[in-house]
């Protein structure tokens, strides 16, 4: 071969050619061309550019000296001819002789930068064992948060250094607090950094039932945690929207949904949405009045019916998704109503909320018992005979004539969610699959059989012309996939429930149903309830965020609700 010098003039176009890399010096050394990165074509780095070593004299000597400096723990071989690829550009050394002690490649004996007689087919390689720790690119991180935030905690506790001063007011009397400054500022919520900078002290008022759980608010400024109850969350909720807290206010206000399950007298439920009007805060309105509406019944039953206030009861008379056993029993609850609360003498007040109830839903011999079963109607006989009139027209008068002389898109001729007799099915099940059982054919295994499915039958219309054109229906649910798939179904997710027609049915251009699902949590409170799609309605579950209300129990009952309505 050859010898192949290359000139001065050489060097001088590659160093102008050259653009080296940041951080690169003479001599360095590169793996090019291996599957990994502790093997590869040996590129050495001189006068700004990088070059290869021909393979003459390699051997295991020069390999470990090149994986030392690339920081390996040492060489497994050296690589011979080309077999990582051929390079480009000079070949820089040839010829080389470590004695295998040497720090740096470029230490050892070579004949000459760049004096070469190879050509790039025997470019040298090497492979050198893996240096797993420097390999290893994973990150583990040291969270020491917790401790900071029971530092933080201790110090306000001990007030060391407190420089801004919270004065709390209530009927039981004052109580002061000291906090810092410098915590407060540290609040991710810059309009409670904004609110506070000017300020040296900040008054507040609170109520005597608020007091006990301030400490607890202000306690949180220092280590966003907080423990709150029924009893405590509409204090934490007034206290965030006074300090401009928006993250707190806004977590305070979704538990309001997963605490009003929780007292059986409602007492809390009515407290709650009187604040939340007064707050002015219109979706934890809805989440309260939503609650007190599914479960009506029990609410009329319970202490706190008396202590709604009229505008509430306005409110919940005006929803169609009130449930109750039928509109009667609603007209009873009323009555109740306002016989506790300032007696029958004020016509005014008592026509607007009797112009609410929905006399036309009223069964035909629920409202000719009236004028002998109710304590009003002696005494308001005028108020009670327009509604009345309604009624009986609705339940007499055919379709078509209703449709050309009254206004039967008001609500009055809307049904509410009605769970008496016979307009609703009720199934008691656990939400746990059938358990395997033994089968003479297959052995043990899941038996395929639904012991749920159910049938019943409803008038085709809650009309008195209708009340002898019946219409059967098919319930089922379903817990697991395959039952689904057994009935010719695909549900998206399980549980599920199944309601549709047993048998087609006459005056179908008449009437459509808005059938419901009504879940109930071990017979305690309603906590879900869903419209039938194409006969179907998937049930939420805690996992999925879905409900509307928890219900931590595997026992639900299953609430299948027939809602006629004459189709406009």
């Given at each position: ?60 000597a020069e390999a470990q000296v090149v ?67 420097q390999e290893n690119k994973q990150v ?307 038996s395929g059989y639904n012991s749920r ?116």
């Open positions: 071969m050859g010898k192949h010098v290359i000139s001065p003039a050489v060097w001088l176009v590659l160093l102008w050619l050259g653009v080296p890399c940041s951080g690169v010096q003479e001599g360095d050394l590169r793996l090019v061309g291996g599957q990994l990165p502790s093997e590869g074509r040996v590129e050495v780095y001189h006068h700004g550019s990088w070059g290869t070593v021909c393979d003459d004299s390699w051997d295991v994986c030392r400096q690339l920081r390996y723990p040492g060489a497994l071989s050296a690589v011979q001819g080309g077999k990582y690829g051929q390079g480009s550009g000079p070949i820089w050394l040839d010829d080389l002789g470590c004695l295998g002690t040497e720090s740096r490649l470029s230490g050892c004996s070579f004949k000459g930068w760049g004096v070469s007689d190879c050509s790039h087919s025997e470019d040298a390689g090497v492979v050198c064992e893996r240096n797993l720790l583990y991180t040291l969270d020491d948060t917790s401790s900071l935030s029971e530092d933080l905690e201790r110090l306000f506790n001990n007030g060391r250094g407190c420089d801004f001063n919270v004065t709390v007011q209530s009927p039981d009397g004052g109580e002061s607090f000291c906090l810092h400054r410098l915590v407060l500022s540290m609040s991710h919520e810059s309009s409670t950094i904004t609110f506070l900078q000017d300020l040296d002290t900040i008054n507040i008022n609170v109520t005597q039932a608020c007091q006990p759980h301030v400490s607890k608010f202000l306690r949180y400024l220092y280590t966003r945690k907080i423990d709150i109850t029924i009893s405590s969350v509409e204090c934490i909720h007034q206290l965030a929207t006074d300090f401009r807290m928006k993250s707190l206010q806004e977590g305070a206000g979704r538990l309001f949904s997963w605490l009003l399950p929780g007292d059986a007298t409602f007492k809390s439920q009515v407290a709650l949405y009187e604040y939340a009007v007064r707050a002015g805060d219109g979706v934890l309105q809805e989440t309260c009045m939503q609650f007190l509406a599914w479960n009506c019944e029990a609410l009329i039953g319970s202490p706190a019916w008396s202590d709604l206030s009229q505008s509430a009861m306005s409110v919940l008379m005006s929803r169609s998704d009130v449930v109750v056993p039928d509109e009667a029993f609603l007209l009873e609850g009323l009555e109740s109503w306002i016989l506790a609360q300032r007696g029958d003498d004020d016509a005014e007040w008592l026509e607007s909320l009797l112009g609410l109830v929905r006399f036309p839903m009223i069964p035909a011999e629920k409202l000719y018992d009236l004028q002998f079963i109710s304590d009003l109607y002696p005494h308001h006989k005028e108020l009670y005979r327009e509604g009345m009139l309604r009624g009986f027209q609705f339940n007499t008068v055919a379709f078509h004539k209703l449709q050309d002389q009254s206004n039967i898109n008001k609500a009055e001729y809307t049904p509410r969610i009605y769970t008496g007799s016979p307009w609703s099915l009720v199934v008691n099940v656990s939400n746990v699959p059938d358990s395997y059982q033994y089968n003479y054919h297959h052995g043990y295994g899941y499915a159910r049938s019943f039958e409803t008038p085709l219309h809650n009309s008195l012309l209708f009340h002898s054109e019946k219409c059967g229906w098919s319930t089922d649910i379903f817990l697991t996939n395959q039952e689904c798939l057994n009935r010719g179904l695909r549900c998206e997710s399980v549980p599920a429930a199944w309601m549709g027609p047993s048998r087609l049915f006459q005056y179908q251009n008449i009437t459509r149903f808005s059938n419901k699902l009504l879940l109930n949590c071990e017979g305690d409170y309603i906590f879900q309830i869903q419209d039938f799609k194409n006969n179907l309605a998937l049930v939420p579950s805690n996992s999925t965020k879905g409900q509307s209300y928890p219900c931590e129990s595997e026992r639900y009952e299953y609430h299948f609700i027939v809602q006629p309505q004459y189709e406009l």
